[in-house]
């Protein structure tokens, strides 16, 4: 282990993205997770967007009547 080893970035646990991060580092195989991860967090939020979504409609029915 080098002097300036604490001086590289370090990269995102396996399975978490951290946005802004350096990608230079990351191997292909690497690069094709982060974009898996991405992905599940894409659905992860429309999901959350979704369900707020239905809720909204439904506290609107009981309040528009």
Same mark, same amino acid.
């Given at each position: 282990? /080098?002097? +300036?080893?604490?001086? #590289? $970035?370090?990269? %995102? $646990?396996?399975?978490? =993205?951290? =946005? *802004?991060?350096? #990608? %230079?580092? #990351? %191997?292909?195989?690497? #690069? ?20 707020? *979504? ?6 609107? /029915?009981? +309040?528009?009547?």
């Amino acid at each position: 282990m /080098s002097l +300036f080893d604490e001086d #590289l $970035p370090k990269k %995102s $646990p396996l399975g978490t =993205v951290a =946005v *802004g991060e350096d #990608l %230079s580092r #990351l %191997s292909e195989t690497e #690069l094709e997770e982060r974009i898996e991860a991405l992905r599940g967090e894409i659905k992860r939020t429309q999901k959350e967007l979704e369900q707020r *979504g239905t809720i909204r409609d439904a506290a609107n /029915s009981i +309040f528009q009547k």
